[in-house]
């Protein structure tokens, strides 16, 4: 009999095939309240730095809607432009919500490689924000100079797509109440951090950590325990 003309073939296909049964195995609902309280900290960092220096919220949608209101009439008086950037938060995270939970409902919402996925999305977005800030092509007071340039919605749009987001809803439904307690914490912790970060009015470093603590956050589950019992069809 000849040879196999392509012998990695051979040796290629089992890798691949354990690769693949890795990613879309479901993982187990264990501990993943401590890496929800892990993503309240960072939204806590990104949307304190994000209001201190741009006056907008990317998470906290119900201030921001507040602001788009009192846009109708003119105000805040110091800033009557104010509800643009939050109407544009509020449409950037209303679309993020829901392509991402069409994503997940779709591929299934506690597949390994589905979260990994969509954390590094986040991840991938918030340094997108983080470059642009960094790299001058958003000013420190991009915030205040509209309606002459729009700059500023442009990493707006991107914190409040990836805050959208809501990847840990269906691992965490059961946690423990002091666990989830311990979140709102978190928040306030992340909030704190960004406010210190930003009292220069440079937001990079703020955003440039969350970035680093969503990439770990999805780093992470590439050594989360798998869910017990699993029944795979070939």
Known sequence: MPN????????????HSHT????????TAEWGDLVLAGE???TGLLDSAAFNVWSCFVSMQTGNTVYF????SGQPVSQPWRWAKSGV???SFMLGSFA?????RAMGPRRRGVIIFCLALQALLTFGAALSATTGLVPPDAGNQLPHNWIVLFPLAMLSAQAGDS?????TANAKRNRRVASAFMILAGAA??????????IGPALWLGSALKTVMAASWLFWKAEEGQVRLP
């Open 4 to 15: 196999d003309p392509n012998p990695s073939t051979s040796t290629s296909k089992p890798a």
């Open 20 to 27: 693949w049964a890795f990613l879309t195995e479901d993982v």
């Open 40 to 42: 309240c900290l960072a």
């Open 69 to 72: 209101g009192l846009g109708a």
């Open 89 to 91: 938060s509020i449409l």
């Open 100 to 104: 991402f939970s069409r994503f997940m």
């Open 167 to 171: 990847i840990f809803s269906s691992i």
């Open 193 to 202: 951090i960004g406010g210190f970060m930003t009292k220069d009015t440079d």
